[in-house]
């Protein structure tokens, strides 16, 4: 089992910029597949990025393709979302997940640890 501490958010302006990071716990970090999904008040948590165990491997949702970066150090047992030219509409609770195995997963059902979310905020 894997334990998930996201930091990082907070409040900016719109076309500004913010990095979020996700420490995870254990030994075994690099037999994860990452994700961060975002969860906006009123609707459903969706996904906005995920990368492979080894890194080569990244989705993006469209609404944030050129504009965020997902990334990850093994070495540091660490997951990274590079946030840039933020808009209104990125305003929402930003989870790290993590699910074990090889391969792509894009849905919220694959992953089954979570950290506690980040808020952020957005402003026009």
């Known amino acids: 089992q894997v334990q998930l501490a996201e930091s990082g958010g907070g409040l900016v302006q719109a076309g500004g910029s913010l990095s979020l990071s996700c420490a995870a716990s254990?030994?075994?970090?690099?037999?994860?597949?990452m994700g961060w999904f975002r969860q906006a008040p009123g609707k459903e948590r969706d996904v906005v990025a995920t990368i492979t165990r080894s890194g080569e491997g990244r989705y993006y949702a469209d609404s944030v393709k050129g504009r965020f970066t997902i990334s990850r150090d093994n070495a540091k047992n660490t997951v990274y979302l590079q946030m840039n030219t933020l808009k209104p509409e990125d305003t929402a609770v930003y989870y790290c997940?993590?699910?074990?195995?090889?391969?792509?997963?894009?849905?919220?059902?694959?992953?089954?640890?979570w950290g506690q979310g980040t808020q952020v905020t957005v402003s026009s």
């Open positions: 254990g030994r075994t970090f690099n037999n994860y597949n």
């Open positions: 997940a993590a699910r074990l195995g090889s391969g792509y997963y894009d849905s919220i059902n694959d992953y089954p640890y």
